[in-house]
């Protein structure tokens, strides 16, 4: 009953300890030659059992995602896995059920043949609704072979940055029942894309964090230092780290007893302008030191 014979080996628990030391294949006990298939790198399926629980196609392209492209599927399996698609079996599977198995399989070492293999399948829409992976990531995730899904994995970033990564918005993560502050996490992310084209004004880096409310919640500000890493390379992660210490000094306590009288939205927009306004000098400045200290620099930036 098992779904592929590379999960059907056993070892009697006498011969365990001699199988560990030696990896003696003849003491595996093997019904249904799995051992060739793990040496040959095959998924293959058991019997047509396979086909009674849909969500075993998505544990096959999650063990896709973990153990690489080197590993082949049987022309066989492919068959069943299309016919449980045909058959409208992927409709039965829960959305909870869904979420637990798309979120193992992001967190794997080769993420990206997990969304590659439900796109070859021509599941990706079944699995997330009509307007599965829609979200503006879903414009790289194909065209450029999913690079920034594996840079995410590469830098061993957390589930909600590979998600989007991956190429899926904060509907499709909530169509899957996926966990609220991922959700809320990613829809902020997305909107934080609209204010990366200009980091040296600070206007629009307060708007970044305050797009994941970062100021206030450290977990989504971490989040979103792994994302910034991801899209932008590690020296942007590190001058976000830098300008969010700076512009975090300025909240409530530093506005004037005037200001402090008026209505919260007002409290927002001054503190928002106060920490706007340090991130545009700091930036200012460093740039300014770095031309006096480099020259050339400043010259090749003309230029460009």
């Known amino acids: 009953r098992r779904d592929l014979t590379i999960n059907t080996l056993a070892v009697r628990e006498q011969d365990w300890e001699q199988f560990i030391e030696t990896k003696d294949v003849s003491l595996v006990i093997d019904h249904h030659n799995g051992v060739n298939d793990l ?46 698609h045909r058959e409208g079996e992927l409709h039965n599977l829960t959305r909870e059920r869904i979420w637990q198995e798309v979120s193992n399989a992001v967190m794997e070492p080769h993420a990206h043949l997990f969304v590659a293999s439900l796109v070859e399948w021509d599941i990706l829409h079944t699995i997330f609704g009509s307007n599965g992976c829609n979200g503006p990531a879903a414009d790289f995730t194909v065209e450029f072979e999913y690079e920034r899904l594996k840079t995410a994995c590469t830098q061993e970033a957390s589930l909600p940055v590979r998600l989007a990564m991956a ?14 502050d991922i959700v809320k996490f990613v829809k902020g992310l997305y909107d934080v894309a609209l204010h990366l084209s200009d980091l040296n004004d600070g206007v629009e880096v307060v708007k970044i964090f305050n797009s994941v409310n970062a100021y206030q919640n450290m977990k989504n500000y971490q989040w979103l230092l792994e994302a910034v890493g991801v899209l932008h390379g590690d020296g942007a992660h590190r001058l976000f780290d830098i300008l969010h210490e700076l512009s975090g000094r300025y909240g409530f306590e530093q506005l004037s007893d005037d200001v402090k009288s008026g209505d919260p939205k007002q409290f927002k927009t001054e503190i928002d302008t106060m920490r706007a306004k340090v991130i545009t000098v700091y930036c200012a400045d460093a740039v300014e030191v770095i031309y006096n200290k480099h020259p050339d620099l400043k010259q090749e930036a003309e230029q460009a």
Do not use: C, M, Y
């Open 167 to 180: 190429g899926f918005n904060h509907e499709d993560i909530r169509q899957i029942k996926g966990d609220t």
């Open 39 to 84: 040496i040959n790198n095959i998924f293959r399926h058991v019997t047509e059992a396979f086909r009674e629980d849909p969500v075993r196609v998505l544990r096959l392209a999650r063990f896709r995602a973990r153990l690489g492209d080197t590993w082949s599927i049987d022309e066989r399996t492919l068959e069943f896995i299309e016919a449980i």
